[in-house]
């Protein structure tokens, strides 16, 4: 699976921007892709959940994004989106989507973009 993220850049304090991640099975092997979501590497490289939108359609959100964020998907195309408004400094970060992918009789696997940098400024 291919996951390339887009969207990242340097905006203001207050301001907006949406991310989108696309996912592209290149397997005959892999069913579909099931949950995608967005994560953000801290300093100290970890990697914490910022969105996940399930295969089913449940969303879940990091409670420091709730009501500033909104994950989506269009999942004909195996893409999602994170449209994060009235952005804080503190989301400063390198934002990494992850998509999961379904194969038949075989244990889901991960798959990680390369990161797309989100700058926001005081």
């Known amino acids: 699976v291919q996951v390339a993220e887009s969207g990242g850049g340097l905006v203001q304090a207050g301001g907006s921007l949406r991310l989108t991640c696309s996912a592209s099975?290149?397997?005959?092997?892999?069913?579909?892709?099931?949950?995608m979501g967005w994560y953000r590497q801290t300093p100290g490289g970890r990697r914490d959940l910022v969105a996940v939108l399930a295969g089913g359609g449940a969303r879940t959100y990091a409670d420091s994004v709730k009501g500033r964020f909104t994950i989506s998907r269009d999942s004909g195309k195996n893409t999602v989106y994170l449209q994060m408004t009235s952005l804080k400094p503190e989301d400063t970060a390198v934002y990494y989507c992850?998509?999961?992918?379904?194969?038949?009789?075989?244990?889901?696997?991960?798959?990680w973009g390369q990161g797309t940098q989100v700058t926001v400024s005081t």
């Open positions: 099975a290149t397997s005959t092997t892999i069913w579909s892709i099931g949950t």
């Open positions: 992850k998509a999961v992918a379904i194969r038949v009789g075989r244990p889901t696997t991960d798959y």
